[in-house]
């Protein structure tokens, strides 16, 4: 992502998650989803590793706390 569109590293905020060996397609799916739905996360990157462990990095915008909404 380039910072001439306007966002940078520092507009999202990350989470890891480890997935377990043996974790199903379906599974870490379905656990993604809530994660995307209920608290605002998407995909950045996966690992998958030899051993079937999945390391998942999501994002979300940052939000700017202390700023009122402005009302018109």
């Known amino acids: 992502m380039s910072t001439s569109e306007g966002n940078t590293d520092t507009d999202w905020e990350y989470q890891p998650l480890r997935l377990?060996?043996?974790t199903?397609?379906?599974s870490a799916a379905t656990q993604l989803s809530i994660h995307a739905e209920y608290s605002g996360?998407?995909?950045s990157r996966v690992l998958l590793y030899s051993d079937g462990t999945r390391k998942v990095w999501l994002r979300?915008?940052?939000s700017t706390p202390?700023?009122?909404n402005v009302i018109t």
């Open 60 to 62: 979300r915008k940052r």
């Open 41 to 43: 996360w998407e995909l």
């Open 66 to 68: 202390g700023l009122p």
């Open 20 to 22: 377990p060996p043996g």
């Open 24 to 26: 199903t397609r379906i």
